[in-house]
């Protein structure tokens, strides 16, 4: 099972690189960064007890996301082409069945129909820039704050409009290419997102209420924490890293032998909990400050927070600067979502990247109007309602338990099973380039442990 130097380095010579380690790294990060560290972390973090949860959730990080991270774009930087036809061609050259692309073939339409809800979300982010600015949230109740997201959500022209836009701007990015769409704008986003949020979090400062933000987050107390809480944090860790959706392996496809996956993998590992410690410690000081939960749900940033903005000095500026910092997130993730697709249609199709780009998103574009109609005009509509699990389930929700609970961890369960098994040791270790300690345990992680972690996530998914 072992294969030459030169035939792992793949083909493709034509392909563009990023420029740098840091240019790939600020990309990962930016797919990683997204409304999942800024919206759901916080709220997932006060649902199951705050510190404990983020330890356990630091732990699974290292045990179940990087490792997969690591495994994704080794086949993306191996293969040197789109994430399907990259899977295949290592199969092939370690002499495995080319059918284990399957795993890239369902990260992919995951991307694709995450998309297409993640636009509809990202419009809501987008929307609520105008509303903070406006001085809408001065004054507001719990009642008036309710009612503007819900009047957003009742309204289909309002939420068509804003999910366009969002579209639009995904589009245009990934339209441009790898330097002049995808490198530009994340060595812009992502650098504005940081210091965005770290102002942000200045602000929680000066609210009287950080320290017992940072006791909720960094003081651990397991008897909050339950077995369902547990295994949230190992989902979170492996949904927050942009894993099982082919976008590292796009991003792999484009990153140069000579930078060490391993290190990079890591750091993009650091960063992202880094933001989502960072939004946790930006939003809770704001939450207890105002006397509300920290246990708040879904509805923690576009109905509690902005009730915090509305009765807080400064509370105009600040809530504007926040929502443009969860705009910025939420395109950096839509960007990489978009890019696996628009990667395999460019090669598959007489379509330049420009039309590969429009084609994609306008599809995606038109799937998500089905996720705006599940809001209002068709909230009644449950299309698996006939089954008891799936029972007042909207296509939203659908949407969202599809792709979260099975294909994700499907198609990273695949992944991990497939490098730990059935790639040469020999070509892993040259690929990775890691010191022979850390490769031993990558290599064990990757065979032993992670897979059983996404599997017992899987299971309770399924059967939980």
């Given amino acids: 099972?072992?294969?030459?130097?030169?035939?792992?380095?793949?083909?493709?010579?034509a392909r563009g690189l990023w420029s740098s380690k840091f240019a790939?790294?600020?990309?990962?990060?930016?797919?990683?960064?997204?409304?999942?560290?800024i919206w759901k972390f916080p709220y997932v973090t006060g649902e199951n007890g705050g510190g404990a949860f983020v330890l356990v959730y630091l732990l699974c990080i290292f045990i179940v996301g990087i490792p997969i991270m690591m495994a994704e774009v080794f086949i993306g930087r191996n293969g040197r082409y789109n994430p399907i036809t990259s899977f295949k061609l290592v199969a092939e050259r370690n002499l495995a069945s080319p059918a284990w692309r399957i795993s890239a073939i369902i990260g992919m339409l995951a991307a694709f129909i995450i998309l297409s809800f993640y636009s509809v979300i990202g419009g809501w982010a987008a929307s609520y820039i105008g509303h903070a600015a406006m001085g809408d949230f001065a004054g507001g109740t719990a009642d008036s704050v309710g009612e503007l997201f819900g009047g957003l959500l009742a309204s289909p022209t309002k939420l068509l409009i804003w999910h366009t836009i969002f579209m639009g701007l995904v589009v245009f990015v990934v339209s441009r290419g790898l330097k002049g769409g995808l490198e530009r704008a994340v060595t812009i986003l992502m650098p504005a997102l940081l210091i965005l949020l770290l102002v942000v979090v200045g602000y929680a400062t000066t609210t009287?209420?950080?320290g017992q933000a940072v006791s909720f987050l960094f003081t651990p107390d397991f008897s909050a924490l339950s077995v369902k809480g547990v295994l949230v944090a190992l989902g979170h860790a492996f949904f927050t890293l942009s894993l099982g959706m082919a976008i590292m392996m796009a991003y792999g496809s484009y990153l140069s032998r000579d930078i060490s996956i391993g290190r990079t993998a890591i750091t993009v590992g650091i960063m992202d909990t880094v933001v989502a410690l960072l939004a946790g410690l930006a939003i809770f000081p704001l939450v207890f400050a105002n006397g509300l939960q920290a246990s708040e749900g879904p509805g923690l940033i576009f109905v509690t927070l902005p009730l915090a903005f509305g009765n807080m000095p400064m509370g105009g500026l600040f809530g504007t600067l926040f929502f443009v910092l969860l705009l910025f997130a939420a395109w950096t993730s839509g960007i990489s979502l978009l890019e696996p697709v628009v990667e395999w249609v460019e090669e598959k199709t007489e379509l330049a990247r420009t039309g590969s780009a429009v084609l994609v998103g306008g599809l995606c574009w038109a799937l998500g109007i089905a996720s705006i109609l599940s809001l209002n005009v068709w909230a009644g509509f449950a299309p698996l309602g006939m089954f008891e699990a799936f029972e007042g389930k909207t296509i939203f929700d659908l949407?969202?338990?599809?792709?979260a609970n099975i294909m994700l961890p499907l198609s990273g369960l695949l992944t991990a099973l497939f490098v730990g098994w059935f790639v040469a040791k020999e070509s892993l270790k040259s690929d990775l380039a890691m010191q022979e300690g850390s490769f031993a345990l990558w290599y064990n992680l990757i065979r032993y442990v992670t897979p059983v972690a996404v599997a017992i996530v899987f299971a309770y998914s399924l059967f939980g």
Wanted: aromatic share 12%; proline share 0%; glycine share 20%.
């Fill in 208 to 210: 009287g209420h950080f």
């Fill in 1 to 13: 099972m072992t294969q030459s130097n030169s035939a792992s380095s793949g083909g493709n010579g």
């Fill in 399 to 403: 949407l969202d338990y599809f792709t």
């Fill in 24 to 37: 790939f790294i600020l990309a990962a990060t930016g797919s990683a960064v997204g409304l999942g560290n």
